[in-house]
């Protein structure tokens, strides 16, 4: 018995996080549910009794945080880094995070919120990045990355005249656009191949650009979805919070790994 849960963990959990495997049906769940309770616990256990507001400046806060923990996961890749389970999707997620709680809880106690926070991550993402500029072997996937970006967010900003959505759901939607341009430069124009399960049989049928109707979807269906299951507005924004930070990691980490030519 403890040898089928131990095969089963390694099989759906331990392997993909090194062989670069990519998520199955299974992992994609229990990732997905222990997202929604780190979400949930997070708000009511640390925002709340730290008495953060969740608004621009919070995403702002962790942005430097996320760049960091995206740009370390793409140097594991790119063997800059040793391979360990703390940097390695999904730890860089809890490693991130335990980073990031001392100075927020240093900002509300000394009243420099959110000074501290960025600072620290602004630290250690300056440290991931002169690492990658000093592997970097191309920067032209740089480029093309930016320029669907660019088409990308001119579209959005234009669509958002008419006020579709709250305001601060703007930094998902932009995050998850900037996510897109870079798996499709990756997919399309580099043979990369999509990790996850689902978008890895849409891709095969339809090609990379099909990825901007799909995530544009999602992106409806969960504000949507949202705006029905949180009517509490700091915690929805929290819950867009999350899902900013989804977006935002690979978008910051796929081109790196690009760069670096993994």
Known sequence: MLESLMDFLYRYFWEPMFTRSGYNPINTFVYAF????????????????????????????????VIFGSTVRALVDGGVLPK???????????????????????????????????????????????????????????GLTLIHTAVSFAAVFAFYRWRPFERLYLYPVLAHYFDIAST???????????VHWLENILVNYLGAYSYYPWITLILVVVYYGLRYL?????????????????????????????????
């Open 184 to 194: 499709v430069v990756a997919i399309h124009f580099y043979g990369y191949r999509e």
């Open 84 to 142: 360990n389970p703390l940097i390695l999707t999904p730890g860089i997620f809890f490693t991130a995070f335990i980073l990031i709680l001392p100075a927020l809880a240093a900002d509300a106690k000394m009243e420099m919120y959110p000074r501290i926070t960025i600072a620290w991550g602004a630290l250690l993402a300056l440290w991931a990045n002169y690492l990658l500029v000093t592997n970097a072997k191309s920067w032209e996937p740089y």
């Open 34 to 65: 222990l997202l929604g309770l780190g979400v949930i616990y997070s708000y009511k256990y640390i925002i709340k009794p730290l008495r953060i507001k969740v608004d621009e400046r919070l995403f702002l806060a962790v942005t430097p945080m």
């Open 230 to 262: 949180v009517p509490d507005e700091e915690e929805r924004y929290f819950w867009y919070l999350a899902i900013y930070i989804l977006g935002l990691g690979p978008a910051i980490r796929d081109p790196a790994q690009l760069v670096l030519q993994v």
